[in-house]
């Protein structure tokens, strides 16, 4: 059983189908607790559902690094195994991100390293990309940055505007933070500081849900098996 926090900002969706997943699909998995760092809807959704959490507002510490810290000891008293951001809107300080360094997971709606930072999808329409998407990837020091997980691609059509593409990008980005916690409650993928080892890259295993989301769309990091 792995054990998992949650980072959040917001309204918390992927928060939630992380949850569902946990429960629909029974991984091997549990969200130990979820914190963001102001009072937000996500928060309020977590705790409706029984979830574990905790408020740890960036007003109430001096500067970035004592908050980090408070944050830091939260995770560390529930024994989470893996830190799973998911719309967690600041900057995380380089003392947490190399506590944390292996273990520290970012969803980003874009196809890394595309359109790094804010409001992705309005800069993907300007730039009249073809190909979107959503990257899961390892937390280093630099913004968006980190080696690669999974990245799951989509084709931006006409009628896309901001709003539909953020929109279809979102269901995108639920199934494939889950099949990440799948495959990691799996063991089918390892996590280094600095390194992803896919040991098994394949959705053969994965519920019908994700398959079929994913099937068509997944994109493996360079050097995965074949799968
Ligand atoms: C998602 O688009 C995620 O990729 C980005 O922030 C957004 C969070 O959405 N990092 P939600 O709060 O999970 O609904």
């Not at 989470?80 to 600041?90: I, N």
């Not at 998407?133 to 084709?155: F, R």
Request: overall charge neutral.
């Amino acid at each position: 059983m792995i054990k998992l926090a949650i980072l959040i900002s917001g309204r918390g969706s992927n928060m939630l189908y992380l949850a569902d997943a946990i429960e629909n699909y029974k991984i091997e998995a549990a969200i130990t607790l979820v914190i963001s760092n102001k009072d937000c809807v996500g928060i309020a959704l977590a705790a409706a559902r029984g979830l574990a959490t905790k408020v740890v507002k960036r007003s109430d510490f001096d500067n970035r690094l004592t908050h980090d810290a408070a944050i830091a000891s939260a995770i560390e008293d529930c024994h989470a195994d893996y830190v799973f951001l998911a719309g967690y809107m600041a900057i995380l300080g380089p003392v947490f991100v190399n506590q944390f360094a292996g273990k520290l997971i970012n969803i980003h709606p874009s196809l890394l390293p595309a359109f790094k930072g804010l409001n992705t999808h309005q800069r993907a329409i300007d730039a009249g990309v073809k190909t979107h998407g959503v990257s899961i990837h390892l937390v280093n020091a630099a913004l968006d940055d980190g080696p690669l997980i999974l990245q799951a691609s989509l084709t931006v059509v006409k009628t896309d505007t901001v709003k539909i593409l953020a929109g279809r990008v979102l269901q995108l980005e639920h199934q494939i933070y889950s099949f990440v916690l799948f495959s990691l409650a799996a063991r089918n993928v390892t996590l280094l500081p600095d390194r992803v080892i896919w040991q098994v890259a394949t959705l053969a295993a994965a519920p019908a849900e994700m398959q079929n989301a994913l099937a068509s769309c997944v994109i493996w990091p360079d050097g995965s098996p074949h799968r």
